[in-house]
């Protein structure tokens, strides 16, 4: 069975530990692309939010307890981390108080027990939290040194995997570290993004902890150069799998690089047509679902670009795809446009009217009478023509 247990704290009653908005936000994020059927289809997901430690420490004790050795358990904190004077880490619930850390935290060691003395060989921790050596408004850190995650979860069990926000006391999220208008932390932003199909880089629909890492990582450092993941394995053996899916769903397509999109509808044509070369070189890389997006946004072009140089340019791209996976993605450019670029499309069929079929991606839907996916805002179906309703 594949069981996750969520711990988010926002609200502190000790004043010396600042209130936090992303935990909350994190919590209910993950908890539903763990849970989803369509996705990572964990078994069960439990949420433990805003509650003193006694409840806390208890659902961490009952989660280790009793488990089969191929169960996998994912614990996940965000919140406070907060370091005593002797260096031991706790993490921080609603009722801590800073100078009683030891009855009103929860230790590192209590955590480390409880996952050497569970059956599971199959552990997963996730910890978005930081020193709280100085609080800044809103952060969960201060610039500074290691919290000492590998030393404080080591333990002695087998197959334990430990991925961190940042091991440092950095900032590691909240104002303006926190991603366009999302909720969530950096770190964790990014792990949701990854499970949902982002971290797939080869397209074969299995989602690792490892590949999970590697992506939220890259993304992390990128938006954020001073905050750097981390990750610890022990005793691992063989993968642990967060999501395995039958076949890739391209309903659902990844999200194009940040500035992309805005080149690829930038009025200047030149900028347009450096964006088609960006689009070219996602066609070649790993991330197969990037790729396959690249070449829907292609054939949008191809449709819809007033440039004729510019929508010939995308359709040469096109014509150049030599990658099979690709390729047998379903295409929303008619044959007879590919076979002949310059050709007018044939004229919408206002006696075919369709709806507009929500796909779950903000700028993704698909055609009611042939399926196609394609852009919301087209105004007819780039394949079959018809004419959407409004």
Known sequence: MKLALIIATTEYFDPNLAKLSAPGKDAEDLAQVLKDKNIAEFD???????????????????????KKSDDMLLLYFS???IRDEMGALYLALKNTNLLRLRATGIKSDFIREAMDQSYSKRQILILDCC?????????????????????AFKGNGYGRVILTASDATQFAWEGNRVIGETQNSLFTHFLIEGIKGNADKDGDGKITIDDLYEYAYEQTINKNPKQTPGKWSYSQKGELIIRQSTGVDISNPINLPDGLEDAINDARTWVREGAIHQLEKLLNQDNLNLARSARTTLEKIVIQDDSKSVSQMAQKVLDGITNEKIMKTDSVVLDQNKKHPS?????????????????????????????????????????CKSVFEN
């Open 343 to 383: 050709s007018p499309l044939p004229r919408a069929d206002k006696t075919k009217p369709a709806k507009k079929i929500l796909t779950g991606h903000r700028d993704w839907i698909k055609c009611s009478n042939c399926k196609t996916t394609q852009y919301r805002d087209s105004v007819s179906c780039v394949a």
């Open 44 to 66: 069960d997901v439990k949420i433990v939010f805003n509650q003193p430690e006694s409840i806390v420490r208890e659902a961490i004790d009952e989660f280790f307890d009793r």
């Open 131 to 151: 020193n709280s050596g100085a609080f800044a408004q809103g952060t969960k850190a201060s610039v500074g040194g290691s919290i000492g995650t590998a030393t």
């Open 79 to 81: 919140g406070h981390g």
